[in-house]
T-cell receptor, first 112, second 118 residues
Framework: GESVGLHLPTLSVQEGDNSIINCAYS??????FIWYKQESGKGPQFIID?????DKRQGQRVTVLLNKTVKHLSLQIAATQPGDSAVYFC???????????FGTGTQLKVEL | GAVVSQHPSRVICKSGTSVKIECRSL??????MFWYRQFPKKSLMLMAT?????????EQGVEKDKFLINHASLTLSTLTVTSAHPEDSSFYIC??????????????FGEGSRLTVL
């Protein structure tokens, strides 16, 4: 089955710095990954996704990198802002994304 | 953008009663919806896949008679926690993807429903 985990439970960064949140997965058949942001008491919010035929995808201030060789993906947030403070989850699936397995989450704290 | 709405957002009930949580896709049709459970400071755990017009598919370890799922229309799925107990207290979240997008496209999540069983 799929196992998705995150390296660090908490990440503290200074406002304006770049943030990097890492995620490892176990199933080499995983072909679709998503990063979500979850603020306290709310549902997950889609940030960015990437398919296994890509190794990088960029959005607004965010970049996801996928390394299939070591089964690792990361989320990079440029110029981190206080509003970025939240828990970030990676999620992976096989077969295109219908059934997602979520990682344990990383709490991002942005210090002023 | 697409919106998924859950109701109620918070509910408190007595042990032994049943609670129904609704998940609606507001501006798109969803053949499939997903129900997750999340404990404090934990990740989302998929409970079941709700299929419009057919039985839900439950994940291993999830009691189908305990967590009744009904997907009566393309815009509404309901989760009923039957004979609730304090250990059922949790944050329940649904998600849906527009039917026209098949297995691709963005999954939209509801804001979640926090259940507290006294």
């Amino acid at each position: 089955g799929e196992s998705v985990g995150l390296h660090l439970p908490t990440l503290s960064v200074q406002e304006g710095d770049n943030s990097i949140i890492n995620c490892a997965y176990s199933n080499s058949a995983s072909d679709y990954f998503i990063w979500y942001k979850q603020e306290s008491g709310k549902g997950p919010q889609f940030i960015i996704d990437i398919r296994s035929n890509m190794d990088k995808r960029q959005g607004q201030r965010v970049t996801v990198l996928l390394n299939k060789t070591v089964k690792h993906l990361s989320l990079q947030i440029a110029a981190t802002q206080p509003g970025d403070s939240a828990v970030y989850f990676c999620a992976g699936s096989t077969g295109g994304g219908n059934k997602l397995t979520f990682g344990t989450g990383t709490q991002l704290k942005v210090e002023l | 953008g697409a919106v998924v709405s859950q109701h109620p957002s918070r509910v408190i009930c007595k042990s032994g009663t049943s609670v129904k949580i609704e998940c609606r896709s507001l501006d798109f049709q969803a053949t499939t919806m997903f129900w997750y459970r999340q404990f404090p400071k934990k990740s989302l755990m998929l409970m079941a896949t709700s299929n419009e017009g057919s039985k839900a598919t439950y994940e291993q370890g999830v009691e189908k008679d305990k967590f009744l799922i009904n997907h009566a229309s393309l815009t509404l799925s309901t989760l009923t926690v039957t004979s609730a107990h304090p250990e059922d207290s949790s944050f329940y979240i649904c998600s849906a993807r527009a039917s026209r997008q098949g297995n691709t496209g963005e999954l939209f999540f509801g804001e979640g429903s926090r259940l507290t069983v006294l």
